[in-house]
């Protein structure tokens, strides 16, 4: 291991990546991210600043089979993506790449399932970082609409498109996908009971006809506060994290 990279276990030990010591890190979001699609092996997936590969290596591992393709801004994480991707034995191509200036071969293909974690906040809302890879990842300079915009090109008929965000931008994520993908589901997530969620997760199909569904919330922990060591997910969330278990949206 090298001083500026840790190398980290997920879905209970059956993924390790590389991730930088300082900067952007994943937690929990692309987990649950890779977790919710609803993939199948020999089906066609495109993480769109994918990072150092997690959602997309994570479902890999849950759907082998599965085509990933990757696409990151950052070089370094996209060579992080890389080495990833080799050392798990998961096939994939990663393109260091502006997803509003993809590769041509990316602008001509569609995907049966596209995936995405745009960063949270907006550029002009917040603090810059010192840290490159952690200012990009909390706010970047592409806005939410082009990184919806791409994500709805590239999803193929009949393909979804898998969206965390949070809570507070929801409205611009279903006035973007208004008219353009159905079967839409809003899935909340709220980090104990009682409390107002802060995060949603939104898929969407190409050509999807099922009425539209607001989910009650997924709860992360059990119980009103964190009182004891070592981790308090519920059962569901813990089925995901340490045994790589799907997440169907809507119940």
Known sequence: MTDDLTRDAFLG???HLWQPRSG??????????????????????????CGAGTAM????????GLMCTGIELQDSYAALARRNA????ITAQIHTADLRDLPLDIRQTQYDHVIMNPPYFERHRGATSSDPGRDTGRGGATPLAD???TGIRRTAPRGTLTIIQQTARLHEILAMLYGRLGSVIV???TARPGRAPNLVMVQAKLG???AFQLSQPLILH??????HDGDDYTPAIRAVLRHGEKLPLGG
Do not use: F, K, M
């Open 222 to 227: 059990v119980g009103a506060i964190h009182n």
């Open 147 to 149: 990184w919806l915009e």
């Open 13 to 15: 030990g059956q993924l």
């Open 24 to 49: 952007y890190r994943a937690g929990l979001d692309p987990v649950l991210l890779a977790a919710a699609v609803p993939a199948v092996s020999g089906q066609s997936l495109l993480d769109l600043g």
């Open 57 to 64: 290596l994570c479902a890999a591992t849950r759907v082998p």
């Open 187 to 189: 899935q909340p997530l």
């Open 86 to 89: 080799a050392e798990a034995g």
């Open 208 to 210: 999807g006809r099922a």
